[in-house]
């Protein structure tokens, strides 16, 4: 069986695609009015890490360095291409909405649950009086 062969200069690091739309996954996105890395999307919504170093500086420092883990000079793709930009947009997007609604939720039932309390305490000197 013949392996093919891949220009990693030239293809996506999410889908192994060609495209002439192709961003640094170290490039600046907007993503609801607000500047972030696509590196740390990715990392928000996968568990491939990114690093800005290469491994042997990680190792040098005595650091362990797990295989999904991205660098600058890790010698496999750093480009990504348009579609999977805007899939991991997307992503990002939902993952951040579900983190807001779970945050309020649970402030919500924490504020029920404190109200649920107060008046049961107030019901209870009621009864007492």
Do not use: W
């Amino acid at each position: 069986m013949e392996s093919e062969t891949l220009d990693l200069s030239r293809i996506c690091r999410t889908c192994k695609s060609k495209s002439s739309q192709m961003q640094s996954l170290f490039d600046e996105y907007e993503v609801s009015n607000e500047s972030l890395h696509i590196d740390s999307m990715l990392m928000a919504c996968s568990s491939i890490q990114v690093l800005l170093c290469p491994h042997e500086e990680y190792y040098q420092m005595g650091a362990h360095v797990s295989l999904s883990q991205v660098t600058r000079d890790d010698g496999l793709p750093s480009q990504i291409c348009q579609v999977c930009v805007d899939q991991l947009k997307n992503a990002f997007a939902f993952k951040s909405q579900c983190e807001r609604v779970d945050v309020s939720l649970r402030e919500y039932v924490k504020n029920v649950k404190v109200n649920d309390i107060k008046e049961e305490e107030e019901h209870s000197d009621l009864e007492e009086e």
